[in-house]
C-alpha cells in the first residue's frame, strides 16, 4: 500500500495557517475541524512548519497567557519530515515511529498532494488487513 | 498479535494525575514526560476518565487564563473505552479508528495493566511487519 492510495480515499485537503497568525487563530480551525495539526506558510505561501496539538501543550505550559497575541512561527515545528506519493505506507509508518511525529505532510513535483496522519496511517492498515482476510477467504473457500 | 504482546516491550507503566489536581500540574506530566495523554483517578483510585492534548487543546481554545486553577475533572474525557491484554491489536486499532481516540487503557481482573497509545501501535505493527518479511524471506529461501 503507497500513500497515493490513502491520499485518493481521503483528498489532497490540508488545513493550513500563515506563520504570522495568532496562536488563538489556530486553536480555532483545530477545534473546528477536530483535527491534530496544521501546516504552516510563511508569506511567499512555502511551507514554513507544522503547528501540532503537542506544540500548543508546550506552549500553554510556559505561558498560556498570550494565546491571542502569540503568532504560530514562535511555537510551531520547522523541522519538519515530508513524504511522496510513492512512498509504501510503513516507509510513512517508520517515519512517525522513529521521529516520534503525528502528520506528514506529502509533496510531489515541488506540490502539497495532502497529508497523512497517524490516524489515516492506522485506518488504512485496518481496512487492508480486512481486504487481505476477505482475499485469502475468497481464494481459500472457492469465491474467485 | 495481541495487547499483551505490546506490553510485555513497553512495559505497565501508566502516567496518571487525580481529578481534582490542576490543568497546570497535568500539564507539567505531558511535557516533561513527552507523552499524549494522563489516566485520571478519582478520590478512591478508581479510573475517572483520561486528559489527552486534544481536551487541553480544547480548554485553552475556550479559557486559557486559569490553567493553573481548572481542575482536570473539568476538562477529562469521562467516556473510555477500555482493551484487555487478549485483545488482538486489530481490534484495539478499530476502536482507535472508529473512536478518534489515541489511547486505551488495559485491565484485566479489574487491575491496570498498561495503556496504549496510537503510537504503540504503529510501532508494533511495524516491527510485525518487518517480522513477517524476514520470515517469508526464511521460507521462501530456505534459511529455516
Known sequence: MEVRDILQKKGSK???IKA???LHEALQILVDQNIGALL???QKNNI???LSERD???ECHQSAKNLDTTPVSK???TNIIIGAPEDKVEYIMGIMTNNRIRHVPIVSGGK???IISIGDVVKAQLQNSEYEIRYLKDYMFGGR
Open 48 to 50: 514554513a512548519g507544522i
Open 75 to 77: 511555537v510551531m515545528t
Open 112 to 114: 502539497l498532494q495532502g
Open 14 to 16: 490540508v488545513w493550513s
Open 56 to 58: 500548543i501543550v508546550h
Open 40 to 42: 504552516v506558510f510563511d
Open 20 to 22: 504570522t497568525q495568532t
